[in-house]
């Protein structure tokens, strides 16, 4: 008798492919069927998270955001929360795009970047912005140069789409309190794009949840630390 494993969906963040979830797709080959959805030229994260419901193989599915990824996971979790049997949010955030200087500061530090990539190439703006993305001692690693790999595959127009979409997010805070399947929260020590006092804050908000903070890590924990992140996995995904 065959016994089909669950799905698991493992939602990529900004101008990332599947290589982000390598590690944990390879790890938990006997306990899941993974899935990682391509985000290709979508620019809205209600969009993305409509692509991830269509793309599940079964009504009901376990479901994984990274970064940008975790910001859709939550939009999944508002249009439709009774197909997802548990949650994880590595990295992520809830706030929306602050008002003001704060705000404008963030736009204009992503528009930067995107004028980089269309005048320089992917590789030139990965180099920038992945110096904040990872610990500052895996700078210039063989790791490092995963990641710029991982980003040059991006195309200028695929990370506009993106860009987009995190600049028109909602506030997902709201949503926090509602969730009620298992749920992992999970971060770098050293990540300086949404810490641990972030994630603190969101595991509070979510009854149940466990909070997991990966040390020596920076934002792309998932390939930095893969051990700690399939440990914490592998406990999350049993739990009932």
């Not at 939602?11 to 990332?16: A, I, Y």
Request: overall charge neutral; charged content about 20%.
């Amino acid at each position: 008798m065959t016994i089909s494993l669950p799905t698991l969906m493992l939602l990529p963040g900004l101008n990332c492919d599947a290589a982000v979830w390598a590690p944990q797709v390879a790890a938990l080959k006997s306990q899941a069927h993974c899935v990682v959805p391509a985000w290709g030229l979508r620019d809205s994260l209600t969009a993305m998270a409509e692509q991830a419901l269509a793309e599940a193989p079964t009504e009901r599915f376990a479901l994984a955001g990274h970064s940008m990824g975790g910001r859709v996971a939550l939009e999944v979790m508002r249009l439709a929360p009774r197909r997802v049997t548990h949650l994880a949010l590595l990295d992520t955030g809830t706030h929306p795009l602050a008002a003001g200087e704060a705000g404008e500061k963030e736009k204009a530090g992503r528009l930067a970047l995107l004028k980089i990539a269309r005048e320089q190439g992917m590789r030139a703006m990965a180099r920038e912005w992945t110096k904040g993305m990872v610990h500052p001692q895996r700078i210039g690693s063989p790791l490092f140069e995963e990641v710029l790999d991982m980003f040059e595959r991006g195309s200028a127009a695929q990370y506009a789409a993106q860009i987009n979409a995190l600049l028109n997010r909602l506030d997902a805070t709201p949503l926090l309190a509602k969730i009620q399947c298992p749920t992992l929260v999970l971060t770098g020590r050293e990540d300086a794009w949404s810490g641990p006092a972030q994630h603190e804050a969101m595991a509070a908000a979510i009854a149940g949840a466990k909070l997991v903070i990966v040390e020596h890590s920076g934002h792309m924990t998932t390939m930095e630390r893969p051990q700690a992140v399939n440990q914490a996995f592998a406990a999350w995904i049993s739990r009932t």
